[in-house]
């Protein structure tokens, strides 16, 4: 069963935990949140403490998703406030084993990402280390950007290197994804979507959410 991941980033900061709660009485597990730097890429978006406090009113298993340069300065601070699995790019880490060995001693799950230009067979000699891809299907740094086609391509290459070499890796897929072109991304093979301005920018959060599961479901 495909799971949807809702990105935090395109709530409305005012009325948060109320956008929130409208995920409760649905299917969702996950939860995604976007920590930015304002030099991975060129955007800041929010810090610890506010994961911290959504951690102490929210269930989701948290999906962090950290644009940020050389993450492993900031994994203790993530276990600390509640993360689940951690997701780093691979163009941020000076030392990847490392990053990635850091994190899974910290016992989170571990995530790779990697950006629209950076080649899909990079990766793969990390499959076997790690718990899941993340595709960024736009460059990274802002919500509600249109979906990059070149992405799905990714996604078919490392199915296919993960159903042969059998690695169990999850595929998730972020950005640009609507319930317009969501059948067509499931078809591919990804395990997690991330949707964020489809979802938090709808008045009827629930009712757009459901949609996403009857798709999956169909
Ligand atoms: C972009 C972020 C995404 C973003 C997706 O850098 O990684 O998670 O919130 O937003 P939408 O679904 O609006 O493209
Ligand atoms: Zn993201």
């Known amino acids: 069963m495909v799971e949807l991941s809702p990105s935090v980033l395109a709530c409305n ?3 948060l935990q109320e956008d929130l709660n409208q995920l409760k009485n649905t299917d969702v597990k996950y939860l995604h949140l ?5 030099i991975f890429v060129p955007n800041i978006s929010f810090g610890f403490g506010v994961i911290k406090d959504i951690r102490q009113a929210n269930n989701f298993i948290f999906d962090t998703h950290l644009m940020i340069e050389e993450p492993i300065r900031y994994i203790d601070k993530l276990k600390e406030v509640g993360a689940d699995l951690v997701t780093v790019h691979y163009e941020a880490c000076k030392d990847l084993k490392a990053t990635i060995n850091y994190i899974k001693e910290k016992k989170m799950k571990v995530g790779l990402s990697l950006k629209p230009k950076t080649d899909i067979e990079k990766l793969f000699t990390y499959l076997k280390d790690i718990d899941l891809v993340l595709v960024m299907s736009v460059e990274p740094g802002f919500g509600g950007q249109s979906f990059m086609d070149s992405s799905l391509d990714k996604v078919k290459k490392l199915r296919r290197y993960i159903d042969e070499n059998k690695t169990n ?3 998730e897929i972020d ?6 072109n969501l059948k067509k991304v499931v ?3 990804v395990d997690i979507v991330v949707s964020g301005s489809d979802i938090f920018g709808k008045d009827d959060i629930k009712s757009q959410v459901d949609k996403y599961y009857e798709i999956f479901k169909s």
């Open 169 to 171: 890796t999850l595929i």
């Open 187 to 189: 078809d591919y093979g």
């Open 34 to 38: 976007d920590i930015m730097d304002g």
């Open 13 to 15: 900061f005012s009325h």
């Open 175 to 180: 950005g640009g994804i609507k319930t317009s």
